[in-house]
C-alpha cells in the first residue's frame, strides 16, 4: 500500500499511509482506538474506497472496489464481529454465494466434504452440516478461517480475533496462524495486546491519528516501546499517581441530613486535592453528593464555600458556587445523546452563548473546538452526536461541558464505570490537569485499586453515616474495608466444618449437547462441591441439564438412592433441586415486580388456599420470615427487586428458593457484581444452609472463593470432568492446570 489518503466529513482518518506485508509474514498492526486500523483494512477489503494512493499486490497496482474484488485478488478479512449466519451450517457459511453454477442442482455431498477437508486442514473437528449458530465463539472464527481459506487467500487480516477467546482457543489460534505462515499465506493481525503481537507477530507497524509511525521488528523492541509509539509519548504507569499539596478550603460540609436516612456526613475539600469517597453499594454516597448538589431535598446541612456559608436548594444554585456533578449515568442524566457534542458542551452555561438578546452560533462553535481539543474528544468534527462515541469519549464530553461553566469542584460519581483501560488512562490525565490547576475533585468509586492510586484523602461512609476520613497512604486496606463494612473481616471466606451426612444426589454418565459430557458426582448433606473451569468449560450447561432447563442427551440422576426424572424446572424442584442463575436479573428475578410478588411466585403453593386464591396473611408471614432470615435490606417488600443493590437481589433469589425447603441449592456465580459486604454476607448465608443439611453445588470463576468456600472442588476442561479434589488437595496452580486440560502434567 502506498500513499494511502481517506477522508470523512469533518476528519481526515489516513494521511499518507503506506506499508507492505510479505509472503508468509505475520505483520501487527496496533494503534489506539482511531488511529485508523480499521479504515486502512476495510480500504484493503473494499469496504470504503480510498481518495489516494495505490494498492500492489506481486508489483501490480490493483482497483479494490467492493469485498468480492479483494477476494478474487486473494484478500480476506476476518472482522471482530463475525459475518456468518447463524441459521446456516457451517458448509453453507463456507461456501455462501458459491453453492452452484448457474441453473445446476447443489451437490451437497462435495459441498460437505470440501468443507470437511478444509475444517481438517486448519484441525477444526466438527461436522460441515452443524448449524454455525450451536458453536462456540472460538468455533465460529475457525470457521471464518476455513472460509477464507477456501477462496485461495494469500493475505488474512484479523481484527481482534482474540477478544473472547479463552487462553487454549487463543493457543489453537495461533497453532493455526502457524500454519498459514509456512503455507505462505501473510497474516496482518490487528490487536491491543502486546502478548499477543510478541509471541505470534514477527513486525509491527505503528499508527496514530491516521499516520504511520513506523514498522519494527517485534524481537528488537520492548512493549514499553510500541506503546510510546502509540501514544506519543511514555507511559509509566496505569494510574499515575501524582504527589500533590492541596491549597486552601474550597468547600466544607457539616451535618448533611436526608430524609431518607443519610445523617451526619461532613467532609471537606481543599484546592488541588482529589477527595474519595468509600462505601457499599447502599452506603448513601451518591445520595449525598445529590442532595449537595441540589438535586434531591435535604433536611439540613452546613455549607461552607471558601470559607462562606452559601445555601443551595437547586443545581444552578450550586453551578453558581462552582460546583459541577458528573453522574454516574452519563447516558441517562449527564448528556442528551441525540444531540450533537456542541450542544451538549453548551448546556451548562449558556449565558456565555449569549450576544444581546440572541446566541451566538459563532462563539458555540468556538467553545465547542476548544473543549474537544483541550481534554482530546476523538470526534470527526463537533457536530456529531454523542450516542455515536465511545464511552470515554461521552465521559469527556460530560467533563467539558462542566469545565464550560468554570467551575472550581468537581463531583464524579464512578466516572470509569464501563470505561476501557485506555480510555480510564485518559481519564486520568484529565483529572491530574484539573488537580495542578488547583480544582477540586469529589471522586466517588467502588474500585479501592482504583482510589489507592488516585485520590490524596478519603471519606468512608456506612448506611448512610460518615465514619471516618484520613489521608489514603496513612490507611491500609483492610481499615478501609473494616470501616466500610462495619467489622473487621478476619476470615474472608467464613467456612464453617460440618458433619458430613448422607449422600442426597447423584449424576451418572450425564451427556448434553458438546458441553457437557459424561458428568459423574455424588454430593452428600452438609456439603458445598464447587465447579471450577474457564469460560466456556461447561460448567454453566451442566448445572442447567441438572435443573431441566436444557435437555439432555443421555444420563441418570439420583436423588436418596432412588432414579429420577428430570424433563423441566419443574421436575427438578419437586425433587428438592433449585437453581439460583449467573444472571439474576434476566433468569432469576422479575425485577419490575416487587419484592413480595418475586418470593411468592415459586411459592403459591404455601401461600394459596385451596381454591388457589393468595391468602395474604400467609404471604406477609412468608415475606417477613424471608426478610429477616436472609437479612434482606429494604424498607419494605413491596419495592420492585430492580431497585435493590446486587447483593440484596442475591438474596431474594435464594429466599424464594429457600422457602421451599429444598435439599440441593445450585449457585451460579453467586457474588458476581456485589461488593465485599455483600459478598461476606452471602458467604455466610451458604454457611447457614449447609449447617441445616442443605447441600450446595457453587460455580465460580473465582479461585480464591472456590478455594475458600468449598469441601471439594470439581473441575471441567471442554465439557469433560479432568479431576475432583478435597480442598486441602488443591492449590491455584493446580486448579488452573486441570481447567486447561494440562492436568496430567502437573507435578505438586
Not at 425433587?575 to 439474576?584: F, Y
Request: glycine share 10%; with cysteine; hydrophobic share 40%.
Amino acid at each position: 500500500m502506498r500513499h494511502i489518503s481517506k477522508s470523512f466529513p469533518g476528519v481526515k482518518a489516513l494521511d499518507d499511509v503506506g506499508f507492505s506485508v510479505a509472503e508468509g509474514e505475520v505483520r501487527a498492526l496496533v494503534g489506539e482506538n482511531g488511529a485508523g486500523k480499521s479504515t486502512l483494512m476495510k480500504i484493503l477489503n473494499g469496504n470504503y474506497k480510498k481518495d489516494e494512493g495505490q494498492i500492489l499486490i506481486d508489483g501490480k497496482e490493483v482497483d479494490i472496489t467492493d469485498p468480492l474484488v479483494a477476494a478474487a485478488h486473494g484478500i480476506s478479512i476476518i472482522f471482530q464481529e463475525l459475518n456468518l449466519v447463524d441459521q446456516l451450517s457451517i458448509a453453507e457459511n463456507i461456501f455462501a454465494g458459491r453453492l452452484s453454477k448457474g441453473l445446476k442442482r447443489v451437490n451437497w455431498k462435495e459441498i460437505n466434504r470440501k468443507a470437511k477437508e478444509l475444517l481438517d486442514r486448519i484441525g477444526f473437528d466438527a461436522d460441515p452440516r452443524t448449524e454455525v449458530g450451536s458453536l462456540t465463539v472460538a468455533g465460529k472464527q475457525m470457521v471464518e478461517i476455513a472460509k477464507a481459506l477456501s477462496r485461495d487467500c494469500r493475505i488474512i487480516l484479523m481484527d481482534e480475533p482474540s477478544a473472547t477467546l479463552t487462553k487454549k482457543e487463543l493457543n489453537a489460534l495461533f497453532d493455526i496462524i502457524r500454519d498459514l505462515k509456512k503455507r505462505g499465506i501473510a497474516v496482518i493481525y490487528i490487536s491491543h495486546r502486546m502478548e499477543e503481537i510478541f509471541e505470534i507477530c514477527e513486525t509491527a507497524t505503528v499508527m496514530r491519528d491516521g499516520r504511520i509511525i513506523g514498522t519494527v521488528n517485534v524481537g528488537e523492541v520492548s512493549p514499553d516501546r510500541i506503546v510510546e509509539m502509540m501514544v506519543g509519548r511514555e507511559v509509566s504507569s496505569a494510574y499515575p499517581r501524582r504527589d500533590t499539596v492541596p491549597g486552601e478550603e474550597i468547600l466544607r460540609v457539616e451535618n448533611l441530613c436526608r430524609k431518607d436516612r443519610r445523617q451526619n456526613v461532613s467532609f471537606s475539600l481543599r484546592k488541588g486535592e482529589v477527595l474519595g469517597i468509600a462505601g457499599l453499594v447502599g452506603a448513601g454516597r451518591t445520595e449525598i453528593m445529590r442532595g449537595l448538589f441540589g438535586v434531591d431535598y435535604i433536611t439540613s446541612c452546613d455549607v461552607y464555600v471558601h470559607g462562606q456559608k452559601v445555601r443551595i436548594p437547586t443545581p444552578a444554585a450550586a453551578k453558581k458556587h462552582g460546583i459541577a456533578f458528573l453522574t454516574e449515568d452519563r447516558k441517562i442524566e449527564g448528556l442528551t445523546l441525540d444531540f450533537t457534542i456542541k450542544a451538549n458542551m453548551s448546556m451548562a452555561n449558556l449565558p456565555k452563548l449569549r450576544r444581546g438578546l440572541l446566541t451566538s452560533t459563532k462563539v458555540e462553535n468556538e467553545i465547542a473546538d476548544q473543549y474537544i481539543k483541550l481534554i482530546n474528544v476523538k470526534t470527526p468534527s463537533r457536530n456529531q452526536k454523542v450516542g455515536n462515541l465511545s464511552g470515554g469519549n461521552q465521559q469527556k464530553v460530560v467533563i467539558g461541558k462542566w469545565l464550560n461553566a468554570d467551575p472550581e469542584i468537581l463531583i464524579m460519581d464512578e466516572p470509569t464505570s464501563s470505561l476501557t483501560a485506555k480510555e480510564i488512562d485518559d481519564l486520568f490525565r484529565i483529572i491530574r490537569k484539573l488537580r495542578d490547576e488547583g480544582r477540586g475533585i469529589v471522586y466517588i468509586s467502588h474500585r479501592l485499586e482504583e482510589l489507592s492510586h488516585i485520590v490524596d484523602r478519603v471519606t468512608i461512609m456506612r448506611d448512610g453515616q460518615y465514619i471516618t476520613d484520613g489521608n489514603f497512604k496513612d490507611m491500609d486496606m483492610d481499615y478501609i474495608i473494616k470501616n466500610m463494612v462495619g467489622r473487621e473481616i478476619k476470615e474472608k471466606f467464613p467456612r464453617v466444618e460440618c458433619r458430613k451426612g448422607k449422600k442426597i444426589f447423584e449424576v451418572k454418565n450425564l451427556n448434553a449437547g458438546k458441553m457437557v459430557r459424561d458428568i459423574n458426582f455424588s454430593l452428600y448433606e452438609g456439603e458445598i462441591v464447587g465447579f471450577a473451569g474457564l469460560m466456556g468449560a461447561g460448567r454453566t450447561e451442566t448445572t442447567r441439564a441438572i435443573f431441566g432447563v436444557d435437555p439432555k442427551d443421555s444420563g441418570e440422576f439420583y436423588v436418596d438412592g432412588k432414579k429420577i426424572e428430570v424433563n423441566c424446572p419443574m421436575d427438578a424442584i419437586r425433587n428438592g433441586v433449585v437453581l439460583a442463575p449467573e444472571d439474576r436479573k434476566k433468569d432469576g428475578l422479575c425485577t419490575k415486580l416487587s419484592i413480595r410478588q418475586n418470593l411468592a411466585l415459586p411459592n403459591l403453593d404455601l401461600v394459596c388456599n385451596k381454591m388457589g386464591v393468595i391468602n395474604s396473611g400467609k404471604e406477609d408471614a412468608l415475606c417477613e420470615k424471608a426478610v429477616k432470615d436472609l437479612q434482606i435490606k429494604t424498607p419494605n417488600v413491596e419495592i420492585d427487586s430492580g431497585n435493590l443493590s446486587g447483593g440484596n437481589q442475591q438474596k431474594i433469589v435464594i429466599a424464594k428458593w429457600f422457602m421451599g425447603n429444598p435439599d440441593l441449592l445450585i449457585m451460579d456465580e453467586p457474588t458476581r457484581g456485589i461488593d465485599i459486604g455483600a459478598k461476606a454476607e452471602i458467604y455466610k448465608l451458604m454457611d447457614m444452609l449447609v449447617k441445616s443439611g442443605k447441600s450446595i453445588i457453587m460455580i465460580s470463576s473465582e479461585t480464591p472463593e472456590l478455594l475458600g468456600m468449598s469441601d471439594r472442588v470439581i473441575v471441567m476442561h471442554e465439557g469433560y470432568q479432568t479431576g475432583e479434589f478435597k480442598c486441602g488437595e488443591l492449590n491455584q496452580d493446580k486448579l488452573m492446570a486441570y481447567a486447561i486440560g494440562e492436568g496430567g502434567k502437573y507435578h505438586q
